[in-house]
């Protein structure tokens, strides 16, 4: 199996010197392709800071992230915008569309930053919205959808660039047990067809049950690594 | 498409807002307008007043004539000059002109005057002359049977020597071959009045000035008028490298004081209109913050799915061109017919002005193109301009801190 991330010695401290919080105190995984992974652990034990350094949207203090090989460290500013667009999908906890835009334009956005011709991003918009289980409201703004039906959306629009990669930051925590539910076999029933990778952070215990390999994380630390 | 989709809809987010940022840009684009149409009104009515009044468009002269007339400084080729200026399309019309100054007589006293030789034909094709007489009649070519030429003076000249229309002017000057200059000559008209720059003039036509001082065939000036006035200068300067012995001078270098002080009057009303607009897009700018504060969370976001920082920046300028150039299109609409009415009618002077003879009781403005284009194309780039300080901070957001975890 191919490596498609790897975090080596990660440290990553906030706060001033007095008040210095030890976030991720040198973590070193390796996720391959095709794995549903779960990063599990209390409050405060630095799942979405690993997720965030993984991404690329924070740097660490220390350690080095590879995503597919490449050192993301090494990248410009615009390099790393570009792997983020091409390699990685984002699902946040608040869902984090674009109010403006309609359920299919927040789709079709990301591919619009990819250069997709018109033609072929309206057709893929189509074919995600169906995935989701959203056909017929793709005409609709963030505003006029329920939380669940949002959530469908941020997985649309995370997929809908082909990424190597989906980071979900705590996708299930504002939504009902019944959509969870829903949507987690969406995103498995992706992981197994298109063989994607998935990493999770989660409190929540039905990704748990889903997840192929769970991660567990205290005080910054990787406490426990169990793959299923 | 998307992306100007997104930028209309983000200046639709907050309409209210959107509204007072637009109307205070279109005050800005209108009042700035409305300024450089009556200052270009003004200056473009100035400058027809001495240019049609006297020094035409452009000048020809022979060498430094212009700063250190003598009498002996004549253009002698005339037909080819003529022939130059017939066969340049610019040129309108044109009329050659003789100089010198002159003691002259009245019935028992004298004054010092200026004579200017004239062609009576060419002249009204260049200049108003025939406009300012008060009384008396334009002069032709030719001597009187008596075998004297007509003479048209000057205001102030003939209350100085108490002559008027029909009374003998005795002329005393120094000829180009140095000879004693001095003739008869019979008032056929008085010009303009005391404020006229040629209140001291006396007016020959030009054969007899040539003859009074002992010219022949020469004269000493060209003065023409050119089909577009805004375009002398390139056409003085393409007549210029056509008649390299000879001098050639638009109206702003025989005008060079006035020039000056309109370029400066100008610069000083610019500096002041961009300080208007200045003072507008202020405002604009700390509308435009406040909007990318708001969506700071938004701005992270789309850096996080792959948004390169650029695009964030060219989505604010986006946004703030399409709202300023909404603005302009809304203050064009607005003060289009009323820069029409003030270059048609113009504002009622309580007082008339005077200039040259020629009153003047309407301040006017000016409705061109121009009028309308510089200011829409000031506001847009001043909008772009503000908009880059918003757009990088949009740009410098960390998708980290925007969506508010670690």
Do not use: C
Request: net charge negative.
């Amino acid at each position: 199996m191919t490596k498609v991330i790897e975090t080596r010695d990660l440290l990553r401290k906030f706060g001033s010197e007095e008040t210095e919080v030890i976030a991720l105190d040198h973590v070193s995984i390796d996720i391959e392709e095709g794995e549903f992974t779960a990063i599990i652990g209390p409050s405060g034990s630095g799942k979405t800071t690993l997720l965030h350094l993984i991404g690329g949207l924070d740097e660490p203090d220390s350690g080095a992230v590879y995503l597919s090989g490449t050192n993301i460290a090494q990248m410009s500013g615009n390099e790393l915008s570009d792997f983020r667009r091409d390699h990685i999908g984002f699902i946040f906890q608040a869902y984090n569309l674009i109010p403006v835009l309609s359920a299919e334009e927040n789709i079709e956005y990301i591919m619009l930053l990819q250069g997709v011709p018109a033609a072929k991003r309206k057709a893929r918009v189509q074919e995600m919205l169906a995935m989701v289980g959203l056909e017929g409201l793709g005409d609709r703004r963030p505003a006029h959808l329920s939380g669940g039906q949002q959530q469908r959306v941020a997985v649309a629009r995370a997929m809908a660039s082909n990424p190597d990669i989906i980071l979900a930051d705590e996708p299930t925590a504002n939504l009902d047990s019944k959509t969870g539910i829903s949507l987690l076999d969406v995103m498995r029933e992706l992981n197994e067809q298109q063989n994607m990778t998935f990493v999770f952070s989660t409190h929540d215990q039905k990704i748990m049950d889903r997840a192929t390999r769970l991660i567990h994380l205290r005080d910054g630390a990787v406490e426990k690594d169990e793959r299923k | 498409m998307l992306t100007l989709r997104i930028a209309f809809r983000n200046i639709l987010r907050q309409k209210r807002r959107s509204l007072l940022t637009g109307l205070s840009m279109t005050g800005g684009y209108m009042l700035f307008v409305f300024s450089f149409s009556l200052l270009e009104g003004s200056y473009g009515n100035l400058i027809d007043i001495f240019t049609l009044d006297n020094t035409g468009h452009v000048q020809v002269h022979k060498d430094d004539y212009l700063d250190k007339p003598k009498i002996y400084k004549s253009i002698q080729d005339r037909q080819q000059l003529e022939k130059v200026l017939e066969g340049n399309p610019s040129v309108k019309s044109y009329t050659p002109r003789v100089f010198s100054p002159a003691l002259a007589y009245g019935d028992d006293k004298t004054s010092p005057a200026r004579v200017i030789g004239i062609d009576p034909k060419r002249e009204p094709t260049v200049s108003r002359l025939e406009e300012k007489i008060s009384s008396g009649q334009y002069f032709g070519s030719n001597p009187d049977a008596d075998g004297y030429f007509e003479a048209m003076i000057g205001h102030g000249l003939a209350i100085s020597l108490k002559v008027d229309v029909g009374d003998e002017l005795v002329l005393i000057s120094q000829g180009a071959d140095g000879s004693i200059a001095n003739d008869i000559y019979i008032v056929s008209a008085i010009i303009g009045n005391r404020t006229s720059f040629d209140r001291m003039a006396v007016y020959l036509p030009l054969g007899a000035a040539q003859l009074f001082l002992s010219l022949g065939n020469d004269v000493h000036e060209y003065a023409m008028l050119v089909d577009n006035k805004r375009r002398n200068l390139e056409i003085a300067a393409e007549l210029q490298a056509t008649l390299p012995e000879l001098t050639v001078s638009p109206w702003q270098e025989v005008e060079a004081t006035f020039y000056r002080t309109m370029q400066s009057d100008k610069q000083s009303n610019h500096f002041m209109m961009g300080l208007i607009v200045f003072i507008v897009f202020i405002g604009v700018l700390n509308t435009v913050l406040m909007s990318v504060l708001e969506r700071t969370r938004e701005f992270g976001v789309l850096r996080a799915i792959g948004a390169r920082p650029d695009s964030l920046v060219r989505l604010i300028t986006l946004e703030t061109s399409i709202l300023a150039m909404a603005s302009v299109l809304v203050g064009l609409v607005l003060i289009s017919p009323y820069i029409y009415w003030v270059t048609e009618v113009g504002f009622l002077i309580p007082e008339p002005i005077d200039m040259s003879g020629i009153e003047f009781q309407h301040l006017k403005g000016e409705f061109s193109l121009r009028v309308f284009l510089l200011p829409m194309a000031f506001i847009l780039a001043t909008a772009i301009v503000i908009s880059i300080p918003p757009g990088i901070r949009a740009a410098r957001i960390l998708p980290k801190e925007a969506l508010g975890s670690h």
